[in-house]
């Protein structure tokens, strides 16, 4: 798992380095120099999806997306317990669900060109499966961890 988190952190420095510098280009080129580029919002736009799409994932890891829990505060902890499993099984179905629609959008993306760089969109929509591998990983790791300390959420 050390590996894993380790890889995903260093690709989310790598693509905010690389979406910094390519706004940066845009911004010198367009007001700087009155030459803009064509390739870099282009550029920009499908990095930030990756970029969000990895977000996600250390979110997940972290537990530090956006989460209601004036309801399940309400319940004693031995329901918490049940209600944390459901949400990671939840999870792990629309992982599922969503990585194998996914993978029928990055076959129809070898079709589709993007505009101004020599990719198909295959690349850009390549990322959702992967996402979502990880987000399976991540709850059944969870889960995991959850029985491993005797029913004690938390415990990554």
């Known amino acids: 798992m050390k590996i ?9 420095v790598i693509m905010m380095f690389t979406l910094f510098i390519v706004i940066l280009l845009q911004i010198l080129f367009r007001y700087f120099f009155n ?3 064509k390739w870099t919002e282009e550029l920009a736009r499908y ?5 969000s799409m990895m977000g ?3 979110g997940s890891r972290y537990d530090t997306h956006i989460q209601v829990n004036i309801f399940s505060n309400l319940f004693p902890e031995k329901i ?9 099984l939840l999870s792990i179905i629309f992982s599922l669900a969503l990585g194998y629609y996914s993978i029928g959008l990055v076959k129809q993306g070898y079709v589709f ?11 850009v929509y390549s990322i959702i499966p ?4 990880i987000l399976i990983i991540y709850a059944v790791m969870k889960i995991y961890n959850f029985i491993k300390n005797q029913g004690k959420v938390g415990g990554n």
């Open 4 to 12: 894993l988190e380790k890889i995903i952190d260093t690709i989310c």
């Open 35 to 37: 030459m803009p580029l």
């Open 47 to 51: 990095v930030f999806v990756w970029v």
């Open 56 to 58: 996600w994932t250390y």
């Open 80 to 88: 918490k317990s049940f209600v944390f499993l459901f949400i990671q």
């Open 113 to 123: 060109k993007a505009t101004t760089l020599p990719i198909n969109f295959s690349l």
């Open 130 to 133: 992967i996402v979502c591998l």
